[in-house]
T-cell receptor, first 115, second 115 residues
Framework: AQSVTQLGSHVSVSEGALVLLRCNYS??????LFWYVQYPNQGLQLLLK??????LVKGINGFEAEFKKSETSFHLTKPSAHMSDAAEYFC?????????????FGAGTRLFVKA | GAGVSQSPSNKVTEKGKDVELRCDPI?????LYWYRQSLGQGLEFLIY????????KSGLPSDRFSAERTGGSVSTLTIQRTQQEDSAVYLC?????????????FGPGTRLLVL
């Protein structure tokens, strides 16, 4: 079965500091992995996705994530946090099945950025 | 419109009543998805449509939940005999195609409160 685990429901960083949000997946086949962001009172939007091309994926707003098969991880990073990065971040994987597929989301990590 | 729209944005209902939630996907998007986001929890996949067909309905929480899509466009999620545990934000998303790599574009959600 495929699932997604996000380590840390809350992460707090100072403005200008490195952002690291952790995501581990379990999958018996190469997965398709996504990071979505949800700003306060807004819908989710895609940050980046891994679809078995390059293992280092660059997304919007300076975020990037590296797919590491040996560690079954897809951690999200940004070198320097901005106040505007404060939001909730969701890691997701798509899971295929005989009836189609499902998208499985992690529980989310809320990022706080301190001035 | 340019994005996914959902109506109503907020709905308050009494336990036992039926509710209908509507989703208008991005024009031309063939796939449509419904999720539930409960307070303090991640996103729960409910159902997805490819065209007007839903290949897998196993994500619906109970037989009180049903969904349909007509004309390959608008979708309605119906909850019959609502219960307090149905209180959540119901999110709709659409994607251009129905593949596992597709980016999903989310609406703002319908916040449902069952009293």
């Amino acid at each position: 079965a495929q699932s997604v685990t996000q380590l840390g429901s809350h992460v707090s960083v100072s403005e200008g500091a490195l952002v690291l949000l952790r995501c581990n997946y379990s999958s018996s086949v190469p997965p398709y992995l996504f990071w979505y962001v949800q700003y306060p009172n807004q819908g989710l939007q895609l940050l980046l996705k891994y679809t078995s091309a390059a293992t280092l994926v660059k997304g919007i707003n300076g975020f990037e994530a590296e797919f590491k098969k040996s560690e079954t991880s897809f951690h999200l990073t940004k070198p320097s946090a901005h106040m505007s990065d404060a939001a909730e971040y969701f890691c997701a994987v798509t899971k295929g099945g005989t009836g189609g597929f499902k998208t499985i989301f992690g529980a989310g990590t809320r990022l706080f950025v301190k001035a | 419109g340019a994005g996914v729209s959902q109506s109503p944005s907020n709905k308050v209902t009494e336990k036992g009543k039926d509710v209908e939630l509507r989703c208008d996907p991005i024009s031309g998007h063939t796939a449509l998805y419904w999720y539930r986001q409960s307070l303090g929890q991640g996103l729960e996949f409910l159902i997805y449509f490819q065209g007007n067909s839903a290949p897998d309905k196993s994500g619906l929480p109970s037989d009180r939940f049903s969904a349909e899509r007509t004309g390959g466009s608008v979708s309605t999620l119906t909850i019959q005999r609502t219960q307090q545990e149905d209180s959540a934000v119901y999110l709709c998303a659409s994607s251009l195609g129905g593949g596992m790599k597709e980016t999903q574009y989310f609406g703002p959600g319908t916040r449902l409160l069952v009293l």
